[in-house]
């Protein structure tokens, strides 16, 4: 059975809450439906897609905007306080949301997230296309996350933890020093933890091009307990991807650490 793309949802979705919130309107999960050529009762399945990218990316809950026949969302809608609607609505209605992409729209043809992923990660030169076709922000990082979860599988390239929430993708070249090829070229990211991200991140660790874990010696160390969490990983290798198609480029690294002298 061909498994249900959401995200292709979402995508016809979106361009239906962007219509409905400019008009400053309400929308049943019907109507909804309807609109998108789904049943109703599969629409919470679509709206938890959005739901969950306005959260991510501090938008407003467009998802507000859609609910039963006296203007009430579903108990599935958790992105505003259900006794403070009115507030809510307002907030979303305000919003200048023409200056957003469609965050789904790289779905629409059908292509699904884990085909995005899977080109990504079989071919780390298609990147720069894969970032034109996704074009937002937010999404390009939720896919660059997922691409970077299956390479390291699932673990803190530096500490081996396995809790997936904890775990971000961090960019060697930053973001916004990036080309639109680096901004998702697997090669230009390590799986880290919170904790090793933000320490890499803010150059108290880096990764040499041998890919041994550093401690920049201009660290100021300030307590006992930083010591420890620093120096764990001194001098100990990343824990690198199986394919090394996809371990991290040395010249990125050479371009990250440049910035630490």
Not at 44 to 57: F, S, W
Not at 131 to 153: D, I
């Amino acid at each position: 059975m061909e498994e249900v793309n959401q995200i292709q949802r979402a995508a016809l979705a979106w361009n239906v809450l962007i219509d409905i919130a400019e008009n400053r309107k309400f929308i049943q999960y019907k109507e909804l439906g309807d609109q998108i050529g789904i049943h109703h009762r599969v629409v919470r399945i679509v709206l938890a897609v959005i739901q969950k990218y306005c959260l991510e990316n501090h938008l407003p809950p467009i998802t507000i905007l859609v609910g039963d026949e006296d203007g009430v969302p579903g108990t599935g809608f958790i992105a505003w306080d259900i006794l403070n609607l009115e507030y809510g609505k307002n907030q979303v209605y305000d919003y200048n949301w023409k200056l957003l992409e469609n965050p789904f729209v790289y779905a629409l043809d059908g292509i699904t997230e884990d085909e995005v992923v899977t080109s990504l990660l079989n071919n780390p030169e298609s990147s720069e296309d894969v970032y034109a076709r996704v074009k937002v922000r937010g999404t390009a990082q939720t896919l660059f996350r997922k691409a970077l979860l299956k390479a390291y599988k699932s673990r803190c390239a530096m500490c081996g933890l396995s809790f997936e929430f904890a775990l971000q993708a961090a960019h060697i070249v930053s973001w916004n020093k990036s080309t639109h090829a680096q901004r998702l070229d697997v090669r230009n990211g390590i799986l880290l933890c919170a904790n090793h991200h933000y320490l890499f991140d803010n150059g108290i660790i880096f990764v040499n091009e041998q890919y041994i874990i550093q401690v920049n010696n201009k660290t100021k160390i300030k307590t006992d307990s930083d010591r420890i969490i620093v120096t764990a990983v001194n001098n100990i290798k990343l824990n690198l991807p199986k394919d090394n198609r996809l371990h991290p480029n040395v010249e990125y690294l050479k371009s990250h650490n440049k910035h630490l002298k």
